[in-house]
């Protein structure tokens, strides 16, 4: 990370991210090998934006305002993402609001296709 210049906490919050991609396509990976992919419901969420304490990380929540433990977007949208071949519709964009209770109808829905 050589364009991050002295902030070794943005530093370690992005390679905190680069692990975490490396271990969501060690997930994918490891289901296309077992021939379970095609069969598969991936849903990768965050619970909510990122810390702005002087305990964070190096989060940075720009342009939006506020952050965890606030109702401004900083602190209420987060990236997620659902990718499966059993969707019936692909590539579609939501931006509503979204909490974590309604996954139960959504992947209930869905397990009924």
């Known amino acids: 990370y050589d364009g991050i210049e002295e ?55 720009y342009p939006l305002r506020g952050g965890k433990h606030s109702f401004f977007e900083g602190g209420i949208r987060s990236p997620s993402f659902v990718h499966s071949p059993l969707l019936p519709h692909a590539g579609v964009v939501n931006s509503d609001l979204l909490h974590v209770t309604d996954w139960l109808p959504t992947l209930t829905y869905l397990g009924a296709c």
């Not at 370690?12 to 975490?20: D, I, K, R, S």
């Not at 994918?28 to 305990?55: E, H, Q, R």
């Open 7 to 61: 902030n070794d906490k943005r530093r370690q919050l992005l390679a905190m991210v680069t692990a975490m991609d490396d271990a969501a396509t060690a997930v994918v990976d490891a289901l296309k090998l077992a021939g379970m992919w095609d069969n598969t419901i991936f849903i990768f969420f965050s619970d909510n934006g990122g810390d702005l304490s002087p305990l964070s990380v190096g989060q940075v929540n």
